[in-house]
């Protein structure tokens, strides 16, 4: 009998390591803003922390100069549904700011929004080429200050391809719906490795709205792999928004249970 669940006890230990070693090539979505195509394996849950992120707005209301200081500590968790799809619950977190109009500041605190989406991975018959699919929708349930007001509900389609061990490339393409309004973002992006565990990656955000002014960001950043299931990050960048100007960095943490 003992001999029975020793060996029983071996079997499934034997299966866990099997289904986290077929994780080792797992990646996280975290950091930047375009869209990962891998998917979370089934039965398991990443969690993808800020530590935190930061925003610095500066720009001039009726000649007066406005900054507003932005601090959150923004989350993703992701469960593996099956082979090929994820659940996704992102959370913008606990939110500070500090306003500036002139003389004059003031301090706020909340919470931001939630969303809910699901990611599914497009099977093309090549290791090196990936492609995903996400549907998402944002609640819109934050604090008054913290919130975008309305839902907006997200379309998303990302490619990745791996050129060899040092390089890959991606694309993410975001279509989003509010209140009748549609918006569309490109994100195209560069990761490369620079030695050992440790990688950088490049992307540049272009983004429309409708009856608004054209954005676009440029974010820079490095990604430490700690263990095949444990990631650090560091990012920063800016954007060249003609009318609100703003520099955005943050530390971060991801890992695979």
Known sequence: MKNIVAKTTAILAAGLISQISNADAFGFDRPGA????????????????SLPSASYDDY???????????????MLARIGLGSDVEFRVGWDGPI?????????????????????????AINTHDDAFKWALLAQVNLAN???EFTVDKKIYTLGSAISY????????????????????????????????IVGNLSGFSEYVYRKQESQHKESIL?????????DNLQLD???????NRENPRL??????AYLF
């Open 34 to 49: 375009g869209l990962g195509t891998d998917i979370v394996p089934q039965g398991h849950l990443a969690w993808e922390q």
């Open 96 to 120: 500070w700011q500090k306003e500036k109009l002139g003389a004059n500041s003031s301090e706020t605190h909340g919470v931001g929004d939630v969303t809910l989406g699901l990611k599914k």
């Open 219 to 227: 974010n820079n950043g490095l990604i430490w792999s700690v263990k």
């Open 60 to 74: 001039s209301v009726d000649g007066e100069k406005h900054s507003v200081l932005t601090v959150q500590g923004d």
């Open 142 to 144: 934050g604090d008054d």
């Open 234 to 240: 560091a990012s920063i960048g800016y954007s060249f």
């Open 162 to 193: 791996q050129f060899n061990d040092s390089v890959s490339t991606g694309m993410t393409m975001y279509y989003d719906y509010q209140d009748g309004d549609l918006a569309w973002s490109a994100i195209p992006s560069l990761q490369y490795k």
């Open 248 to 253: 955005n960095a943050g530390l971060g943490v």
